[in-house]
């Protein structure tokens, strides 16, 4: 239980550390936001696999609707799922997750990250987030009006915390994940 807690906890903070700036999404070199994880456990890769599956169903509920590729050869499985985020902006997350079990590591790739709006607008997530925070930070900086900044930083304020909530949901995943995976197998 500790190692598990010490993991989480590792997890979290090199997470927030190493994207720095609040309010950004992580990308790809296409400009999508993309999160990833490798962990080094000691299981081989069927544990893994079990364990993976075992979180899937645990995580999003029913395995088959969730789960598209399957092969535990490879111990390879891919995911097309919604995940539940608290946004102003977004109700859900759809994403695809690609998680690879080999004998004593695992690698995990979220991508084709799209918020879904209550209204079920969706969008994709990536560069244009970025660069709405930058572009509406320049214009805190620089407007001379009190009321335009007033309204400016609260409409910043409003999509950091929208960006905020998404990193947030992710990393949970990324972190629930870590914990099944630390799980000793159960035969």
Not at 37 to 64: M, P, S
Request: hydrophobic letters at 35%; one cysteine or more; aromatic letters at 6%.
């Amino acid at each position: 239980m500790k190692r598990i807690l010490v993991a989480f906890l590792l997890l979290t903070s090199v997470n927030y550390l190493s994207f720095g700036q609040e309010g950004i999404l992580p990308l790809d070199s296409k400009n999508n936001a993309v999160y990833s994880d490798v962990g080094a456990v000691q299981h081989t890769r069927d544990v893994l696999f079990t364990n993976a599956q075992k979180w899937v169903v645990k995580t999003f509920g029913n395995y088959e609707n969730a789960v598209v590729t399957e092969d535990r050869s490879n111990g390879k499985l891919v995911l097309n799922t919604y995940a539940p985020i608290s946004s102003a902006a977004y109700e859900y997350l759809r994403l695809t997750i690609t998680i690879d079990c080999q004998d004593n590591k695992y690698s995990v790739l979220m991508t084709d990250l799209e918020g879904i709006a209550k209204s079920q607008t969706i969008k994709r997530l990536g560069k244009r987030q970025n660069d709405e925070i930058q572009e509406k930070s320049v214009l805190v900086k620089t407007e001379s009006n009190r009321k335009q900044k007033a309204l400016a930083e609260n409409e910043l304020n409003e999509m950091k915390s929208d960006n905020n909530s998404v990193n947030n949901a992710v990393y949970g995943l990324l972190a629930s994940l870590k914990q099944m995976m630390l799980a000793e197998s159960e035969n």
